[in-house]
């Protein structure tokens, strides 16, 4: 008879540690996630409160946790601190025993010197003198090298913009007091050398920073919508530059801009008369799903349904959007007094719509209403891929 002795996970806590730094939740040469098994863990048992730190409103931490980022008081720069690992402040802590003991000589002491001990300021980068940065607009490339942060600045009363430069093409919209028109620019900071990179200005426009609402960026593609002028600007981050790849909205592709303004030189974009390319496509898409129903089931209600409320789905503005991947966009469309915050009930009756787009091939392949059922298993799908992603990344 024989045994076979089962292997025991080793109990040095730094060990398991370093085993969870170096592999995460996976075994050593396995792809498969497996279940968190029960084991000892570090608590914090020792709390400081109230910290002095620099005058600044500090942000994030970049992806590879090696840096974290805040906007300075003015909002004009950016400083990039680098992290110095969790026992950098043991020697300011040792022989401490309970913190609500100390004087306040000495706990004075410790706040005012414990953030230098953790974050080094690496770099103070000038970004603006024209613009304040948007402190709550800020997105990391994957190997958190990049850095992209917005910034706007109001459009003074002496130079109000002219009537082409709000309407410039015919879905515009039109501003209203709670969605006033800015002048906006991204900045791409390089985290490593400590400069600005690259810029990309948009002038007289409405893009929403705050919370990352109007930009999304997918590995290296960043996607940006103007929401004034019903575009998405899609961007390419290489060697700290920012490439344009395409704009969709007027035109789906690079080349149908030169195609029209041969035929169309002198025409003004606003007095437009045909739905733009991106509207048409969401147009034909809802005929084509409603005539093949129409026709399946021998009841043309369907049909009649899409050409009674053919124009509230032709008055419909882009709204929101996301990367699903490189080639595919996800944009909530709703009606325009929502876009422009003129009717604060985004819950309304009226009717939002989401499209799933193709980038490359330039078509509408799915539909959504706001509260179709579709819609939310096609979350829970995409949420439930992204998760294998990350655990096999």
Not at 253 to 281: G, M, T
Not at 284 to 298: D, H, M, P, Q, V
Request: proline share 3%; charged share 25%; aromatic share 14%.
């Amino acid at each position: 008879m024989e045994f076979t002795q089962k292997r025991r996970h080793p109990e040095n806590i730094v060990v398991r540690l370093l085993n969870r730094e170096r592999y995460g939740s996976r075994k050593a040469g396995t792809q498969l996630h497996t279940v968190r098994q029960f084991y000892q863990n570090i608590f914090p048992n020792f709390t400081v409160i109230n910290v002095e730190k620099p005058p600044c409103f500090l942000r994030k931490f970049s992806p590879d946790g090696k840096c974290f980022i805040a906007f300075s008081a003015d909002q004009t720069s950016l400083e990039v601190y680098s992290y110095q690992g969790p026992a950098a402040a043991a020697d300011l802590l040792q022989n401490i025993g309970n913190y609500d003991t100390l004087s306040i000589s000495i706990q004075n002491d410790i706040k005012s010197r414990i953030f230098e001990r953790f974050f080094k300021l690496k770099h103070l980068i000038n970004i603006t003198t024209t613009e304040q940065l948007n402190r709550e607009c800020s997105l990391f490339s994957d190997d958190g090298r990049y850095v992209i942060v917005g910034s706007a600045s109001y459009i003074p009363e002496e130079m109000r913009p002219t009537f082409y430069e709000i309407y410039t093409n015919n879905e515009s919209v039109t501003p209203t007091i709670r969605s006033p028109l800015e002048d906006y620019t991204l900045h791409l900071v390089d985290l490593h050398l400590g400069k600005l990179c690259d810029i990309r200005n948009f002038k007289i426009d409405k893009i929403f920073l705050s919370h990352n609402q109007g930009l999304y960026l997918y590995k290296d593609t960043l996607a940006v919508l103007s929401v004034q002028h019903q575009m998405i600007h899609i961007f390419q981050i290489l060697d700290g530059m920012f490439v344009d790849v395409r704009k969709i909205g007027r035109f789906c592709y690079e080349d149908d801009l030169y195609l029209y303004n041969s035929v169309y030189p002198s025409e003004a974009a606003f007095k437009d008369v045909y739905i733009n390319s991106l509207k048409h496509r969401l147009l034909t898409f809802l005929y084509k799903r409603a005539s093949n129903i129409s026709e399946s089931t021998g009841d043309p209600t369907e049909l009649r349904k899409f050409y009674l409320h053919f124009d509230n789905f032709n008055s419909l503005k882009m709204w929101k959007m996301q990367l699903l991947d490189e080639n595919h966009l996800l944009i909530k469309y709703a009606s325009e007094e929502i876009v422009t915050l003129k009717q604060t009930d985004a819950n309304s009756s009226e009717p939002q719509f989401f499209i799933v787009y193709n980038i490359n091939s330039s078509k509408v392949i799915a539909v959504y209403e706001n509260s179709s059922k579709e819609l939310v298993n096609l979350y829970e799908n995409f949420c439930d891929s992204f998760r294998n992603a990350c655990l096999y990344s």
